[in-house]
């Protein structure tokens, strides 16, 4: 048996100009605008399989969707499924079957430990396949196995633990951050990533591919590989 080939790994993320991805108040803050959206639209319309972190489910409950009907259809037309695959990654096993995430678009998958395991069965039934990593949340694996199933191209959307586990363990190989034209200031807010030992430490520059103007946003595209 060969090698399998891991996914093309996006991470996707929209921080304010102080770094923020969230105002931390109980409501869902925006911050990008309506061409930004639908840049991130066709990003997932390009994507075998779209991830984002359980934290971040319970905190945005996300449909997590492509919303624009003719890249659906185009999806369609080339043999796709008209919906990526939706992933999330949990330790705990804690997940809430009524979120919007579970009862929209096409297949779900859920990463997790073998302890976590049996909790994330019992919560949600049939609503997603349950997959354990071992005895942690080995990102290596997870690529491995998405790769195994066929995914060539994987977009993660956050939250900032999960940002951070992929770029720790030398995953991403592209980074696409929307820098949002205003300041959120507030120390308890969530960032787009947390303090880790990363591959190269504070040496090692990213590639910058590109950058793009949508409206009052600035995207910025790193390659952090090259």
């Known amino acids: 048996m060969g090698r399998v080939t891991r996914p093309h790994v996006l991470l996707s993320v929209a921080v304010s100009v102080d770094g923020y991805i969230d105002d931390g108040s109980a409501d869902r803050f925006p911050l990008s605008n309506a061409e930004d959206f639908d840049h991130v639209d066709r990003l997932r319309a390009e994507s075998d399989a779209v991830l984002v972190g359980a934290e971040t489910l319970r905190r945005d409950n996300p449909r997590l969707l492509v919303y624009s009907a003719d890249r659906r259809a185009d999806r369609a037309a080339r043999g796709a499924p008209e919906y990526p695959l939706k992933v999330t990654v ?40 349950v997959v354990a990593l071992g005895d942690r949340l080995d990102f290596g694996r997870l690529v491995d196995d998405l790769g195994a199933r066929g995914v060539g191209r994987l977009m993660v959307e956050g939250g900032g633990r999960v940002h951070t586990a992929f770029l720790a363990a030398g995953l991403a190989d592209e980074v696409r951050i929307a820098v949002a034209p205003l300041l959120i200031g507030r120390a308890d807010a969530p960032r787009f990533l947390h303090p880790a030992r990363f591959p190269g430490g504070p040496a090692r520059r990213f590639h910058l591919a590109d950058v793009t103007r949508l409206g009052d946003v600035a995207v910025l595209r790193y390659f952090p590989k090259t």
């Open 90 to 129: 949990t330790g705990s096993g804690d997940l809430d079957a009524d979120l919007l995430f579970w009862h929209c678009g096409g297949d779900k998958l859920v990463y997790t430990t073998d302890h976590a395991r049996p909790r994330a069965v019992r919560a949600l039934g049939d609503l997603a396949t």
